[in-house]
């Protein structure tokens, strides 16, 4: 069984990379932008007539937000041109495809109290209120338009001790400050990005093992349990650091970014749980095991 993994150096490509080695049965071919880039419809068909992969990972992506709003084109260029290239050789190559998605293609604005709200679920309407979530709403309806064989992963607020990421921001600027101020008003939900990784492989194992149900195909929400505010994130991982920092929680307001946040963005995880049998760890959890890594 091939897979190939489109941003292999990225921080999910490299989550990929580091858990690979659990899965003998795979045979991994990871490509950096430079080795395929999936805005070049014809260095995808090249690639995939050299691998011939059974499944495709899609974690090449445009994920600067606040850039993305005066580089738009750029941003639609890899998000949605990509993601349709990706498609289009999929299909050609009866590849199934696994594209990861954003938990920005909702506005996050909830109109019911948010502990009533067990979070958005797959059939939601998305509602994006910046370039970055656009463009990646137009690559999941690109997708959805070309080729039925996809596994959309919607995923939120992604960490690890690979790349850039909050958490490693956070550590960074506790060794040089004595005081932060963090936003405690968007509450979401992080995701260990190696937990996403073999989310991943435990539905192309499942999928190779016997013929998939074309209703098995579509969207899927997967984070980590529980929910916080960025002001939560940071404050417990200091805590599990046994770092002292002044560390103040803060109003969306007082920190204006080019780019619109969600509100309110956790995901409900039941149809990937249910149909694929995942047990999924609790955020704090997973949050201590790459705190471990560093």
């Known amino acids: 069984m091939v897979v190939l993994v489109t941003g292999g150096n990225g921080q999910l490509g490299q989550a990929l990379q580091s858990v690979a080695g659990n899965y003998p049965s795979i045979d991994f071919v990871f490509c950096n932008s430079s080795q395929l880039d999936i805005t070049n419809l014809e260095q995808c068909k090249s690639v995939f007539n050299q691998f011939k ?5 899609n974690t090449a992506a445009y994920t600067a937000v606040d850039k993305a709003e005066s580089e738009p084109e750029k941003a639609f260029d890899i998000n949605t041109n990509g993601a349709e290239n990706l498609a289009v050789v999929c299909k050609e ?3 199934i495809l696994l594209h990861i998605s954003t938990d920005f293609v909702f506005s996050g604005d909830f109109s ?8 958005y679920t797959e059939t939601d309407k998305p509602n994006p209120t910046g370039v970055y979530g656009l463009t990646k709403l137009q690559g999941e309806q690109s997708i959805q338009n070309i080729w039925e064989k996809h596994f959309i992963i919607r995923t939120s607020w992604v960490y690890s001790e690979f790349a850039n990421n909050f958490m490693k921001t956070m550590l960074r600027l506790a060794s040089e400050r004595e005081s932060l101020s963090v936003v405690s008003d968007q509450i979401g939900t992080p995701t260990y990005a190696v937990d996403l990784a073999n989310a991943l492989l435990k539905i192309i194992t499942a999928c190779h093992a016997e013929p998939v149900e074309a209703s098995y195909f579509g969207i899927y929400n997967f984070s980590n349990e529980g929910q916080c505010s960025w002001y939560e994130f940071a404050k ?3 805590a599990q650091k046994d770092i002292n920092i002044d560390l103040k929680p803060i109003p969306t307001s007082a920190y204006p970014t080019p780019a619109k946040r969600p509100g309110y963005s956790v995901l409900d995880k039941t149809k990937i749980k ?4 995942l047990t999924i760890n609790n955020w704090e959890d997973s949050l201590s095991i790459c705190l471990s890594k560093i």
């Open 53 to 57: 992969p059974n499944f495709c990972i």
């Open 93 to 95: 190559s009866d590849t």
């Open 112 to 119: 019911t109290p948010l502990e009533m709200t067990k979070g």
């Open 236 to 238: 417990e991982i200091f």
């Open 274 to 277: 249910t149909i694929f049998g």
